[in-house]
């Protein structure tokens, strides 16, 4: 098991670019994988939810060039807020555009597609999705687009990364390289099947970003609500009988979970935080365990 100090010193090597942190010193020694060969192929398909002509995904799959073969695939347009919903009943174009290929469906439905039709031969290492327009840390992970794409290459085998920044003034360039350097991290040491690393970045350039941190996912800075459309004094509103129209608002919240991602990120710090594919509570299977189960199915009995 690594230490904590370890762990500390990969973080701070990945942030600067290999140096300790920022002061030159060597990177963490871990064990490297010896399956991952640094002259093997290595092929990530990148993929976002604010569509193929954003230029978070076009940052960083530069970026992800320097550690890979890079294969675009994203929805043409604006998919926020999709989580892992896919397009179902109905076909779908591919177009092969100058920025990649752009997949008419939502994020998911791109990564499905991706890697079962457009894939290498040897198929794909790693799935990378961002870099997002808009914080993904807390309890928002479930919505968004941008987690549920790389959720799509967990749930097909393929260990994947999430990388979201904040919408704030800047460059992508920071994130990026820290992205980069993660996933070569990645690779050295074997990515776990079945994990998201969602990476979340402040609006800062590196002279700014005070650390990074692994955390566990908590909170959320924000949280969604709804409030009634009304008219102005004297304006007509033409809605049809019964009909009523919300609009969704973001309200932050007064406190966040200490230790959590969004405690984390509201100080400054980049955020790692591993996302499970699997849901289940096992302490709760457990407790239901000891339920008379059979009890639930009435006159019906078990069948037994």
Not at 15 to 20: E, F, Q, R, V
Not at 284 to 292: I, K, Q
Request: glycine share 12%; charged share 20%; with cysteine.
């Amino acid at each position: 098991m690594k230490t904590r100090g370890a762990i500390r010193r990969t973080l701070a090597a990945i942030m600067c670019g290999g140096a300790l942190a920022c002061g030159g010193g060597p990177a963490s020694e871990a064990p490297v994988d010896e399956a991952a060969s640094p002259d093997a192929p290595y092929h990530i398909l990148v993929t976002n939810d604010d569509g193929i002509d954003s230029p978070g995904i076009q940052a960083l799959a530069a970026a992800l060039r320097e550690v890979g073969e890079v294969t675009i695939a994203a929805p043409c347009d604006q998919q926020s807020g999709t989580s892992m919903s896919i397009s179902l009943g109905e076909e779908f174009r591919v177009r092969d555009t100058p920025a990649g290929n752009c997949v008419e469906a939502t994020p998911a439905s791109a990564v499905r597609l991706a890697v079962r039709m457009l894939a290498p031969e040897s198929g794909f290492d790693l799935v990378v999705s961002g870099i997002n327009i808009g914080a993904n840390v807390g309890e928002i992970s479930h919505m968004s687009g941008t987690v549920g794409a790389a959720m799509m290459g967990a749930y097909l085998g393929i260990p994947a990364v999430a990388a979201s920044r904040d919408s704030g003034p800047g460059e992508f360039e920071h994130a990026t390289g820290i992205v980069a350097r993660f996933v070569a991290e990645l690779r050295r040491r074997g990515p776990e099947i079945g994990i998201v690393y969602s990476l979340n970045f402040p609006a800062a350039t590196a002279a700014e970003t005070r650390g990074i941190a692994a955390r566990p996912m908590g909170g959320s800075y924000f949280h969604i609500d709804h409030e009634e459309v009304t008219g102005d004094p004297g304006e007509e509103v033409a809605d049809a009988e019964g009909e009523r129209r919300f609009s969704v608002v973001f309200v932050p919240p007064e406190t966040v979970p200490a230790g959590s991602d969004t405690e984390a990120y509201n100080e400054g710090l980049v955020t790692i935080t591993p996302l499970r594919f699997d849901w289940t509570d096992r302490p709760t299977v457990e407790a239901l365990e000891g339920w008379d189960l059979d009890a639930l199915l009435g006159e019906s009995g078990s069948g037994g």
